[in-house]
């Protein structure tokens, strides 16, 4: 196991998919490496289930910070196509949380998931001793929808189109501008590029995206640039299809401040987290299609390349086939002062 961030895929079939409990004939997808959500068929309805653990930074105000970890809670799910209609979630918070900062916290969530037509059905709250910001709980997140009509980050076929949505590194950049200005300030960026990355961390935002493209077209696959950024989810996506990903990284949307933020930081932006933004893997014959759907959300998306035959990606000359080191982490340990 990696000292940070998430299990590798050897880690996930030696230790963890050999023992997943009981099997039931109810579960139509069950824990795989490289699709962040599983599937149930009830009968013919289906319910697409994905679990992450909440990030509460106060740093940014508790209702922005509500809203933030809401938003990657519920990306899982949508990755499938499918709107998230329900959420699960509990809060193991620090003492020192008073009502008025808890009241905050979710009256974002709140707001944001009666926005997304997405109903709270059960949690838990409590103050523990030893909780710690910023990892305070975990969320489900759940979307009923038909089991047969489900987008798989596995699905991507030979033949298929690569969007891009946002561009590389939004999240990361715009995190470490809202909780670092006066660092990156020091290190030579300019008040108006550090304000601008930090904007972006309120578009780091997929939801609604995932959505229209799935009603726009055929999509073959869908996945979130999380931890690994987007070259590690084009290295997922290409090793669960058993497909091989070409990617043109100059053709990718790229968001003003962004790649600022990263060079004072010496990380690169194709390979730090970035949740918001998405890959897709689609049919030429549906491609337009979806670029318009996105497109009209006031999202920026582009083709930035093609899935063939044969396995690993092909980025800036170079051959990967497992997912990079998450340079993100050490990063926020570097300004958080924590090395």
């Not at 740093?59 to 209609?85: I, T, W, Y």
């Not at 997912?323 to 990063?331: L, Q």
Request: net charge negative.
């Amino acid at each position: 196991m990696p000292d940070r961030g998430k299990i590798d895929p050897a880690f996930f079939a030696e230790r963890i998919a050999p023992r997943l409990g009981a099997e039931r004939n109810d579960v139509a997808l069950g824990p795989t490496a490289g699709v962040d959500f599983g599937l149930l068929n009830l009968d013919g309805t289906g319910l697409a289930v994905a679990t992450d653990p909440i990030s509460v930074l106060p740093e940014l105000g508790f209702e922005r910070a509500g809203r933030f970890a809401l938003h990657v809670a519920l990306s899982d799910v949508a990755v499938a196509g499918v709107a998230p209609s329900h959420l699960a979630i509990s809060f193991s918070l620090p003492e020192s949380v008073g009502d008025d900062e808890f009241d905050a916290l979710w009256t974002g969530i709140h707001e944001e998931c009666e926005a997304l037509g997405t109903s709270i059905v059960t949690g838990h709250t409590a103050r523990y001793p030893g909780a710690e910001f910023p990892w305070v709980g975990a969320a489900t997140a759940m979307g009923v929808c038909d089991p047969e009509t489900v987008v798989r980050p596995d699905g991507a076929r030979p033949g298929d189109r690569l969007l891009v949505t946002r561009g590389p590194a939004v999240e990361t950049a715009g995190l470490f501008a809202s909780l670092y200005p006066e660092q990156l300030g020091e290190r030579g960026l300019a008040p108006e590029t550090v304000a601008d990355a930090a904007d972006g961390l309120d578009e780091a935002r997929l939801v609604r995206d995932a959505v229209a493209a799935a009603e726009a077209g055929d999509v073959s696959a869908m996945h979130d640039a999380t931890e690994g950024g987007l070259l590690g989810a084009c290295c997922e996506m290409a090793a669960s299809a058993g497909v091989r990903f070409e990617i043109d990284a100059a053709a990718a949307p790229t968001r003003s401040g962004v790649a600022a933020v990263c060079d004072v930081l010496g990380i690169d932006p194709w390979t730090v987290t970035s949740s918001g933004t998405l890959v897709l893997a689609v049919p030429p014959a549906d491609a337009a299609a979806v670029r318009r759907a996105i497109d009209a959300r006031g999202t920026p998306v582009a083709e930035v390349g093609r899935v063939v035959e044969g396995s690993g990606v092909r980025f800036r000359d170079e051959e990967w086939t497992e997912p990079p080191r998450d340079e993100s982490w050490d990063a926020y340990a570097e300004l958080a002062g924590t090395e």
